[in-house]
């Protein structure tokens, strides 16, 4: 017991001394206004991208018919707007055709005067409809529609429908869990990963200025690897807690035109403190990983080159959880929820899901244990890889720590 207390009294120290480090320090003022550029971008290329769309589902359909038949599918649409699922196409009458003259609809999709995505031609009878061959699947059906529609001899009289509202049913309910479920996993996602991987690079300045064979020399290596990974995750929350803020006001003030969330299975009391818990344990998850491979890097130029896969690896687990919330009951929802750093990710889409909360208290136990286990086994790596002298050592790069060949890095 008393190794374990001074295990985590020296953790706490190296916690302290790098949170004060970073905090205090003039770049973090960078790191909490960091991301606020792909923010800002991101919502100039949304609303950009907004107006594009808007234009581009505009289709029209041109209509080279005689006049009256013209005029009839243009009531018929008039009439059946609002009616039927969906979204009828705009019509416009491009020529006034009288019968056995020829219209050439090929030319008329080509011309760019005018812009028309069909052409519909022929009589009521016998319409015709020449467009490419997505529209013309897409539009064969509605065409048909506004045809019969328009050669009934008297309008149709639709009877009125009474209408009961209901306040929710259980489909829209389930609907709605599952989208706040999709939503946490991607919030989670984003968090760790802006986050986890500035402990790749978190010992490298140390060992360049030996400082770490100091540290290596008074305290237990794996209590030095928690310390550190524990400093990370309180600057984290520092950052989480000003972008929090700063995001709150922003809801705040235009509170009135965002849409309602549905609440999660376990409400929204419960739903944050768990989306707390499986933040921390996702970061330690990731972090403790990272620090462990990173602890092999003698460079910065390495760190850069590790981020590469390190980002790939973040990204096969969130797709992996991802598709693992599209497929309940499954073997690869039960995968999803064992396998340690994929856990957390899977553990909260359940808590939206689901109302139990004793599976919770199993998986963030679960969890907190591979924490440990990797960190001590991250710890002996790196005591065994790194902390030897000589210049040969020193030399070799982080392929060849990690698996003990290969040629020496000069």
Known sequence: MTGWTEKLRAALVIARRDFVA?????TFIFFLIGPAFPVIVGGLAGSIGDKVQQNVDRPTIGLAMSAADAGRMVAARAELDGRVPGTIPELVVLADVRPGEAFD????????????????????DAPTLTAPRERARQWVGVVSNLAARARAAEPTVYPEVAVEEVATSVAKVKTGQTYTAQGAQVLLFLLTMLLAGMVLSNLVEEKGNKIIE????AIPM???FMGKLFAMLAVSLVGIAVWGSVGGAIVLAGAK???????PAVGWPLFALLGFLYF????????????SIGG???TVREVQT??????????MVFFFSSYALTSPGTWVEWFSLIFPVSSPYAMLARAAQHGEVWPHVLALGWQGLWVIVIVRAGALLFRRTVMKSGPAQGRRGVWARLFGKGAKAY
């Not at 609809?105 to 009521?124: Q, S």
């Not at 100091?214 to 020399?217: G, H, P, R, S």
């Not at 035109?257 to 609440?263: D, T």
């Open 22 to 26: 970073v905090v205090f320090s003039k």
């Open 105 to 124: 609809a090929r030319a008329a999709l080509a011309d760019g005067a005018r812009p028309v995505a069909a052409v519909v031609g022929g009589t009521l």
């Open 214 to 217: 100091v540290l290596a020399a």
């Open 222 to 224: 794996d209590a030095m």
């Open 257 to 263: 035109s965002l849409p309602s969330v549905p609440a």
């Open 280 to 291: 921390a344990m996702a970061y330690l998850l990731m972090g403790s990983l990272f620090l």
């Open 296 to 298: 092999m890097a003698t």
């Open 306 to 315: 590790l981020s590469i896969p390190v980002s790939m690896f973040q990204l």
